[in-house]
Structures are given as structure tokens and as C-alpha cells.
């Protein structure tokens, strides 16, 4: 939108007014509409320079700038470099620049179209509004917040904005509250688009295109995106009292940035203000570092962020005297065997935390319901197995304050010793049983691939019938059948007699009778 453009002032510009009748003539040409905007913007400061555009499609002798409720209209500075567009420049805006505007231009004796409607808007004109987020700016994906725009006009509207130019809900409801009128503006389900930055105005009703000044702004981010990071504590969670302590945000590579909190269950986070670096470092700790931690990763200049990671318990040691640990029935046992280890206190405590050297698992923890003194406890460790060797350390803590405890007790090594015979037995045993389960199973796999491997022999045909003659007379039996298995026109005869006729005639009479 470059070009030079003149610089007129408002008195100026009414000066140069035509009349009504040329301006009806726009309004009805037949010539295409041009089109109009504002540079830098629509929405301007007051005070600030405005330049209005008109561009035509054609090659035009005179731009015309109208503005609504006017009476009259103003020609268009067109720049020596062109004659399809004009201008009309505001060295400095004030409230009575502000409304809708209209361009045409005119070409031989035919007019344009007029343009659509440019609606300027000068902001600054009234004190800001009051901005606030329930319950949080720090959103999960799917979620829900609203945001609170307030202000003691009695009469007006609400106006909120969000930085590039997306929509924006309507205001749910409105109030009078602490003599203030209060809109909200509910937004949710939230997905990545409601991420950035929001603004809201106020305006009064008989003039709607004067603003107030913007109110804070509020940064809406949207966590749950991407998978959760891991957090983990150098050299662990228990730190002395005056110490050091780094905490590691482990994420999937391709994160730039990096935010930790605390105790978000007291205190909901209204902003994850990010590092470019996964290590934070906490130190010389005090009783305000205790707590529970969480981290996220992100993007750069992005609103969006991952879930929270797992979260990590940091405790401050070296709050109070140091309580006594011992083991029953002592530090040595057998493998497979029962240890208590024992934390005692002379001093009123109702919780007890047992940490093993060198573990990376949180201490155990055990509350005390018995006020009694002296107060103790016992950690219970049943198996024991060779894992549960190594050396312990106890402490000693309050309920309201869980971060915060005591000296470490004196440590204490356990020995375990190797497991009795039988325990080998049983192992053996244990292990003989897997391996004939094994072989079994080989075995039935391999008779299983045997069978489908076979293949199926020839099929025999089926042997004829034979009657009991054929047998006979291949035997050289006697020339009669049985007539239960002949019928009387069939019989049984040698090839080799020499029977007559005569004979063969008795023999079938004979076998009839």
C-alpha cells in the first residue's frame, strides 16, 4: 500500500465537501464498486496517523471519500505513480473521525458503485476496563475459562479481541456487581485456537465506534497437546537445607521451551512463563522450596504446551532435631526373612518418611494417629531379598507441613545374608518344573507338525462282489449253489464237464424240488 498521500485535516476535509447530489449519482453508477480499507488498520488509537485507501478496478478521473451521517463528500488524493486508487490521510485521529466510511470514483461522466462500508473505530477515548480469568489462564485441552470484562459505565457495550483476528465468543451474561457492570465471556471446549492473547473494551451505547482504552491484556495458554515430560531431581528429592538442587524436564526432542511449577493444587498457575533450557536450578534451597513440582514443554511463540509431567515431591531436610532408627530383630537378616526398621522421635511428630541410599523412589511415608511420647513407627520389610540391602536413613515431619523435615537419623546398614536350603530347594525344584514344561510342550508342537506333514496314501479301490460260487469253483467244490443265494434261472457249472442237456435239465428240476 505504498504511494505518497496528502495529509488533510478534518476542518479541511469538510471544506473540500461536495454536495449531496453528486454522491447519490455514486451510489447509483453502474461502473464497478472499488475497494476500500484503512492502513495500518480499522481500529486505531486516538491520536495516532490514518491513511484511507480506495482502489478501482479501472483507470478513474476522481475519487470521492463519504462518510455516513455526513452530508457531503470529499475528492481522494490520487498518487502520480497511479490512477486506479487514492487516498486520504489523518495526520492525527480524534473521535470525530470515528464511523463508516464509503469510496466511488467517477470516470468521464459514468460513477461507480460505492464501495462497502469501512467502519473506523478510535480507541482510547475512555478509561480501560478491568480483565481477569476464572479459574485460570492456564487451561487443559477440553476445557473450560471464563473471562471477566468490568467497568462502571451504567450503559454500553463490551468488546473482546483476540491478537491475529480470530473469532471471538459473544458475552455470556451481564451483571451489576460492587457497583461495576461485569460481562463474561465463556470459552471452551478449549482447543489449540483459543491459545494467545485477549483484550476487551468498552463502549457507550450513543457511540458505538468510541473505545476505551484496551484492558490488560490476558494470555490464554492450552496445555495437554503434546505427551507429558518426565521430571526427575539432582542428586534426588531430599536436600539439605541450604544445598542445591536441579530439576530435569526429560521431553521428546524438538522442544525449545520448558516451564516448571509448584503446588499447582493450592495455587492453579495463571501463566507457564518458559526457559529455553530443561534444567532448573534451585538453590541454596529453603523452606520455600519444599513442595510438589511439575513441568511442561512447548514451542517458541506458541500458546500451546504438553500435559503436565508426573509430579515430583522435593523435601527440605534439616528443619528439625533428628529422630533414631534401629532394626528388629537387628541390621542382619536372612534372605526371605522379616526386618522392621523402627523410627523413633522424643519430640511430637505425626509423620515419618524411611528414605535406602542411592534409591531413586520417593521415601516411604507412615502417619502417626497416636499422640503419645515418645512417637514411632515401623516400616515393615517382608521378604527380605538381597534388593533390600544398603543403608537407611529416617525422618521425621508435620502433616501441615509435609515438605519440611527433620535432621536425617543416623544411618543404618542392613546385611542380608544368603537364602537358607530350602530356598535353593524350592528354586530347583521351581526351575525343574519350567524346564519338563518346556520339553512338554516341544514335544507336543513337534507330534502336532508330524501329523499335518503326512501325506495320505493311495486309496484301493473297492474288490468286486464276489458270489459263493465263484469261490467253490475255483476250489474245485461240487457244481451246486445254495438256491437262499441263486436265482432259478442262474447256476453254478465247471468249464471242464461235458454235460449234456439232459443232465443239465435234472440238475435244475432237482434244485427246484
Given at each position: 500500500m505504498g504511494g505518497s498521500a496528502g495529509t488533510l485535516t478534518p476542518t479541511a476535509l469538510l471544506y473540500l465537501g461536495l454536495c449531496q447530489g453528486l454522491w447519490d449519482q455514486a451510489r447509483t453508477g453502474t461502473l464497478p464498486k472499488p475497494s476500500i480499507w484503512a492502513d495500518p488498520g480499522p481500529m486505531v488509537t486516538k491520536g495516532s496517523p490514518l491513511t484511507i485507501w480506495c482502489q478501482a478496478s479501472l483507470q478513474a478521473d476522481v475519487y470521492y471519500l463519504y462518510k455516513e451521517s455526513v452530508h457531503g463528500s470529499w475528492p481522494m488524493k490520487t498518487p502520480q505513480d497511479s490512477s486506479n486508487r487514492a487516498s486520504v490521510s489523518f495526520a492525527s485521529i480524534s473521535s470525530h473521525n470515528s464511523g463508516k466510511y464509503q469510496c466511488a470514483y467517477q470516470r468521464g461522466k459514468s460513477w461507480s458503485q460505492g464501495s462497502d462500508l469501512l467502519t473506523l473505530v478510535v480507541t482510547g477515548v475512555y478509561d480501560a476496563p478491568s480483565f481477569s480469568a476464572n479459574p485460570t489462564l492456564v487451561v487443559a485441552s477440553g476445557g473450560n475459562v471464563s473471562l471477566s470484562c468490568s467497568s462502571p459505565w451504567p450503559r454500553g457495550s463490551f468488546h473482546l479481541l483476540k491478537e491475529g483476528g480470530a473469532d471471538v465468543p459473544q458475552y455470556l451474561e451481564l451483571t451489576f456487581r460492587r457497583k461495576r457492570y461485569q460481562a463474561v465471556f465463556l470459552v471452551g471446549p478449549v482447543n489449540t485456537s483459543h491459545g494467545g492473547t485477549y483484550r476487551c473494551y468498552i463502549s457507550p451505547e450513543s457511540y458505538p465506534y468510541l473505545w476505551s482504552q484496551p484492558s490488560n491484556p490476558l494470555h490464554l495458554q492450552v496445555t495437554g497437546v503434546y505427551r507429558e515430560p518426565s521430571l526427575s531431581a539432582q542428586p534426588g528429592p531430599l536436600v539439605q537445607s541450604g544445598d542445591s538442587l536441579s530439576l530435569l524436564c526429560r521431553s521428546e526432542t524438538g522442544f525449545d521451551r520448558f516451564a516448571l511449577t509448584k503446588d499447582e493444587e493450592l495455587r492453579a498457575p495463571q501463566c507457564l512463563d518458559g526457559q529455553p533450557s530443561p534444567n532448573f536450578t534451585l538453590g541454596p534451597v529453603s523452606r520455600s522450596h519444599g513442595g510438589r513440582y511439575r513441568c511442561y514443554c512447548g514451542h517458541k511463540l506458541s500458546s500451546t504446551w504438553s500435559a503436565p509431567s508426573a509430579p515430583l515431591d522435593v523435601l527440605i531436610t534439616g528443619m528439625y532435631e533428628k529422630p533414631t532408627l534401629s532394626a528388629q530383630p537387628g541390621p542382619s537378616v536372612s534372605w526371605g526373612e522379616n526386618v522392621t526398621l523402627q523410627c523413633r522421635s522424643e519430640v511430637w511428630f505425626d509423620s515419618f518418611h524411611l528414605s535406602k541410599e542411592g534409591s531413586l523412589a520417593p521415601p516411604q511415608v507412615l502417619h502417626l494417629q497416636d499422640t503419645a511420647i515418645p512417637n514411632q513407627v515401623k516400616f515393615t520389610l517382608s521378604p527380605v531379598t538381597s534388593d533390600h540391602e544398603g543403608t537407611y536413613r529416617c525422618y521425621s515431619s508435620h502433616s501441615n507441613s509435609p515438605y519440611l523435615l527433620s535432621q536425617p537419623s543416623d544411618p543404618l546398614e542392613l546385611?542380608?545374608?544368603?537364602?537358607?536350603?530350602?530356598?535353593?530347594?524350592?528354586?530347583?525344584?521351581?526351575?525343574?518344573?519350567?524346564?519338563?514344561?518346556?520339553?512338554?510342550?516341544?514335544?507336543?508342537?513337534?507330534?502336532?507338525?508330524?501329523?499335518?506333514?503326512?501325506?495320505?496314501?493311495?486309496?484301493?479301490?473297492?474288490?468286486?462282489?464276489?458270489?459263493?460260487?465263484?469261490?467253490?469253483?475255483?476250489?474245485?467244490?461240487?457244481?451246486?449253489?445254495?438256491?437262499?443265494?441263486?436265482?432259478?434261472?442262474?447256476?453254478?457249472?465247471?468249464?471242464?464237464?461235458?454235460?449234456?442237456?439232459?443232465?443239465?435239465?435234472?440238475?435244475?428240476?432237482?434244485?427246484?424240488?
Amino acid at each position: 500500500m505504498g504511494g505518497s498521500a496528502g495529509t488533510l485535516t478534518p476542518t479541511a476535509l469538510l471544506y473540500l465537501g461536495l454536495c449531496q447530489g453528486l454522491w447519490d449519482q455514486a451510489r447509483t453508477g453502474t461502473l464497478p464498486k472499488p475497494s476500500i480499507w484503512a492502513d495500518p488498520g480499522p481500529m486505531v488509537t486516538k491520536g495516532s496517523p490514518l491513511t484511507i485507501w480506495c482502489q478501482a478496478s479501472l483507470q478513474a478521473d476522481v475519487y470521492y471519500l463519504y462518510k455516513e451521517s455526513v452530508h457531503g463528500s470529499w475528492p481522494m488524493k490520487t498518487p502520480q505513480d497511479s490512477s486506479n486508487r487514492a487516498s486520504v490521510s489523518f495526520a492525527s485521529i480524534s473521535s470525530h473521525n470515528s464511523g463508516k466510511y464509503q469510496c466511488a470514483y467517477q470516470r468521464g461522466k459514468s460513477w461507480s458503485q460505492g464501495s462497502d462500508l469501512l467502519t473506523l473505530v478510535v480507541t482510547g477515548v475512555y478509561d480501560a476496563p478491568s480483565f481477569s480469568a476464572n479459574p485460570t489462564l492456564v487451561v487443559a485441552s477440553g476445557g473450560n475459562v471464563s473471562l471477566s470484562c468490568s467497568s462502571p459505565w451504567p450503559r454500553g457495550s463490551f468488546h473482546l479481541l483476540k491478537e491475529g483476528g480470530a473469532d471471538v465468543p459473544q458475552y455470556l451474561e451481564l451483571t451489576f456487581r460492587r457497583k461495576r457492570y461485569q460481562a463474561v465471556f465463556l470459552v471452551g471446549p478449549v482447543n489449540t485456537s483459543h491459545g494467545g492473547t485477549y483484550r476487551c473494551y468498552i463502549s457507550p451505547e450513543s457511540y458505538p465506534y468510541l473505545w476505551s482504552q484496551p484492558s490488560n491484556p490476558l494470555h490464554l495458554q492450552v496445555t495437554g497437546v503434546y505427551r507429558e515430560p518426565s521430571l526427575s531431581a539432582q542428586p534426588g528429592p531430599l536436600v539439605q537445607s541450604g544445598d542445591s538442587l536441579s530439576l530435569l524436564c526429560r521431553s521428546e526432542t524438538g522442544f525449545d521451551r520448558f516451564a516448571l511449577t509448584k503446588d499447582e493444587e493450592l495455587r492453579a498457575p495463571q501463566c507457564l512463563d518458559g526457559q529455553p533450557s530443561p534444567n532448573f536450578t534451585l538453590g541454596p534451597v529453603s523452606r520455600s522450596h519444599g513442595g510438589r513440582y511439575r513441568c511442561y514443554c512447548g514451542h517458541k511463540l506458541s500458546s500451546t504446551w504438553s500435559a503436565p509431567s508426573a509430579p515430583l515431591d522435593v523435601l527440605i531436610t534439616g528443619m528439625y532435631e533428628k529422630p533414631t532408627l534401629s532394626a528388629q530383630p537387628g541390621p542382619s537378616v536372612s534372605w526371605g526373612e522379616n526386618v522392621t526398621l523402627q523410627c523413633r522421635s522424643e519430640v511430637w511428630f505425626d509423620s515419618f518418611h524411611l528414605s535406602k541410599e542411592g534409591s531413586l523412589a520417593p521415601p516411604q511415608v507412615l502417619h502417626l494417629q497416636d499422640t503419645a511420647i515418645p512417637n514411632q513407627v515401623k516400616f515393615t520389610l517382608s521378604p527380605v531379598t538381597s534388593d533390600h540391602e544398603g543403608t537407611y536413613r529416617c525422618y521425621s515431619s508435620h502433616s501441615n507441613s509435609p515438605y519440611l523435615l527433620s535432621q536425617p537419623s543416623d544411618p543404618l546398614e542392613l546385611l542380608v545374608s544368603g537364602p537358607h536350603w530350602y530356598l535353593y530347594v524350592l528354586i530347583g525344584v521351581s526351575v525343574a518344573f519350567v524346564l519338563l514344561l518346556g520339553l512338554l510342550g516341544l514335544l507336543l508342537v513337534r507330534h502336532r507338525r508330524r501329523g499335518r506333514g503326512r501325506k495320505p496314501g493311495p486309496v484301493r479301490p473297492p474288490l468286486p462282489r464276489r458270489s459263493p460260487c465263484g469261490i467253490l469253483a475255483r476250489e474245485g467244490a461240487t457244481l451246486f449253489c445254495p438256491h437262499q443265494m441263486l436265482s432259478w434261472k442262474t447256476h453254478c457249472l465247471r468249464k471242464t464237464d461235458s454235460w449234456t442237456a439232459s443232465s443239465r435239465l435234472r440238475d435244475l428240476k432237482t434244485l427246484k424240488m
